[in-house]
């Protein structure tokens, strides 16, 4: 199955573009800044729902290849591999980011989130206190 990727929109978007300029100015070229201004408000509520119906499709497509209600052996395969790589690949992140807090080089960046982040913790610490502080405030 074929799906529009945002590629090959931007693509369409181009060609049609250069189609217009090649087609050359419009007989009634001479346009009040009114009609201007409203023919780019549809070009951009076209966009708009050009990039809903996008965001549509892809999620209907995620739906449809991870419903379990379409499989085989085959899919089911391919599925727990899937499965298998997303975990594996967790598992390889957290590494990364382990074996990158211990170098050397990044130790003060590490040493500087982790001071950010008390930081934003006590803030939010204190700002529950004075939450229940102010409920408690006839």
């Not at 931007?10 to 201007?36: D, M, N, Q, Y």
């Not at 449809?64 to 727990?80: G, V």
């Amino acid at each position: 199955m074929r799906f529009i990727t945002p590629l090959r929109i931007s693509f369409g978007c181009i060609l049609l573009a250069f189609a217009a300029w090649a087609a050359g100015p419009e007989p009634h070229a001479a346009k009040t800044r009114a009609e201007v201004d409203q023919q780019l408000a549809e070009i951009g509520r076209q966009q708009l729902e050009l990039s809903f119906s996008l965001r549509d499709q892809v999620r209907k497509n995620e739906a449809l290849w991870a419903d379990p209600q379409f499989t085989s052996p085959e899919i089911e395969k391919l599925r727990k591999r899937l499965e298998g790589l997303q975990q594996e690949m967790l598992q390889l992140q957290i590494t990364l980011r382990e074996r990158v807090a211990e170098l050397p080089a990044a130790q003060a960046e590490v040493a500087k989130l982790a001071q950010e982040k008390a930081m934003h913790q006590a803030l939010a610490r204190r700002i529950e206190e004075l939450k229940k502080l102010r409920e408690q405030l006839p």
